[in-house]
């Protein structure tokens, strides 16, 4: 099938399992080479790319359709129907925290329910079970067809669109206007609890009691336990998620109130404000496979930082419509302001930029909706090695920009939250048990006004 101007990727949820398998069975392989006694791992943590979507067979154990990617822009039509429908074709109308787009879980489940016919009859027949990739892993780690678990925790259930956010468990008004069947969905748990051990591998035995989606994790992994602490990474998107407490803060500019952690049964949820950049790393793979103007991710850096400039030249890689504040679809990308003088460095320095103007955009949304300003940025994500773009990042901010030595930050919070978990308790989150990380800070060298500061003048 073709679906055109859509962003799709062909993504196996057994390719997706064994890359698990894998990775466990090589780390576990490397510790022995280090001599390191791999009965001392006392827990496994889950982290996951949210809102890809998944459904398969509980009798069988297989998958019954590839999963459908956060990105892709298939279920654009299943999204118009639902607005269609809403009143006043409000986009807005939910009070999921979400707005209705192609980005969440629900119209993804309801675009298969509708298009494969494998995963209509499994509903029908009642084989089928929905879930993130967070919940395919935890069934198939802890059994699959043999007694699996089938679990989420509150903050990849907050991006599905058929969560109540207040209540913290599915809500049967949002499953009955997505016309999907309660019995499909996974048990929603905490973010830090034993949720089943691992039933094969060298791990077999060992509890798993961590799980949070990528961005949640990387808020812990930041230890953004704070009201107002904020963090952004920088992966295939950009997201920045603002710690706002017990209390949900729901947005009037654009951005989505989201889950940040629950880390235990009994504790309290955090929410946060979120804005979401559906392209900044992708930018760079895009001037890579696309256009062939660079060889690789590193080489974007030498380039830009050749010319320091994009002199006029602007680019809004809007590939898969805008996400965060705008949630427009039927955008598509831009560069202007060419001239004869441009060139593939000019270019590599306005893709640098737009992750920096498109972060702009999304914390002065926060500031307005928070009531107060951010002073400085946590980033995290493979894009902060580009030490031009952290700089930039600054500049434009005004804010300094400050980046952990440990920029696995999503892995991190995973693994904090799974040895947090009552019945492990490797550790403990409390404030006054945490360690600090080394940092580098990149400060502004502009200030608000656009003007060069006197200490960038010096230099």
Request: hydrophobic share 40%; with cysteine; glycine share 8%.
């Amino acid at each position: 099938e073709h679906f055109p101007n859509c962003i799709q990727r062909k993504e196996d949820p057994k390719e997706i399992l064994q890359s698990v398998y894998e990775c466990m069975e090589r780390t576990c392989e490397k510790l022995g080479q280090l001599n390191i006694d791999i009965s001392n791992i006392k827990a496994v943590g889950v982290t996951n790319q949210r809102e890809t979507t998944l459904v398969w067979d509980k009798e069988t154990g297989e998958p019954l359709y590839n999963a459908i990617v956060w990105l892709d822009l298939r279920t654009q039509s299943t999204v118009e129907r639902l607005i269609n429908s809403t009143p006043g074709k409000n986009k807005n109308q939910l009070k999921t925290g979400l707005p209705i787009s192609t980005y969440f879980s629900a119209v993804k489940l309801r675009w298969l329910m509708d298009n494969v016919e494998e995963v209509a009859e499994a509903v029908l027949t009642h084989r089928a079970m929905f879930g993130t990739v967070d919940s395919w892993l935890i069934w198939c780690l802890t059994g699959g067809k043999s007694g699996g678990v089938h679990v989420t925790d509150v903050t990849n259930a907050s991006r599905t669109m058929l969560f109540n956010i207040h209540t913290l468990d599915w809500d049967p008004e949002l499953c009955k206007y997505f016309d999907v069947p309660m019995e499909i969905l996974p048990q929603v748990k905490s973010s830090s609890e034993i949720y089943g051990s691992m039933n094969s591998g060298s791990l077999a035995g060992v509890p798993i009691s961590g799980c949070l989606g990528d961005q949640s994790a990387a808020l812990v992994g930041q230890m953004c336990f704070q009201d107002g602490q904020a963090k952004n990474t920088y992966g295939t998107g950009c997201f920045l998620l603002r710690n706002t407490g017990i209390k949900p803060v729901m947005s009037d500019h654009g951005l989505l109130t989201t889950l940040a952690y629950k880390l235990g049964k009994d504790s309290p949820a955090h929410y946060a404000l979120e804005g979401s950049v559906a392209i900044a790393g992708a930018v760079v793979r895009w001037l890579k496979d696309n256009l062939g103007i660079i060889q690789s991710s590193a080489e974007i850096e030498k380039l830009a930082g050749d010319v320091g400039s994009s002199y006029g030249c602007y680019f809004v890689p809007a590939f898969s419509g805008l996400y965060a504040p705008y949630w427009e679809p039927s955008a598509r990308g831009i560069i202007c302001g060419l001239t004869q003088f441009t060139n593939r460095s000019h270019l590599a320095f306005a893709a640098l930029e737009a992750v920096c103007f498109q972060t702009r955009e999304i914390l002065e949304a926060m500031n307005q909706d928070y009531g107060v300003p951010l002073t400085q940025l946590q980033v995290d994500g493979g894009m902060t090695s580009n030490r031009l773009l952290m700089q930039l990042q600054a500049d434009v901010l005004c804010i300094p920009v400050v980046k952990p030595s440990m920029s696995e930050t999503t892995a991190l919070g995973a693994a904090m939250a799974a040895g947090a978990a009552e019945g492990v308790g490797v550790w403990s989150l409390t404030p006054g048990n945490l360690t600090t990380i080394p940092t580098d800070k990149y400060q502004p060298l502009i200030n608000p006004e656009g003007e060069r500061t006197a200490s960038d003048l010096d230099q």
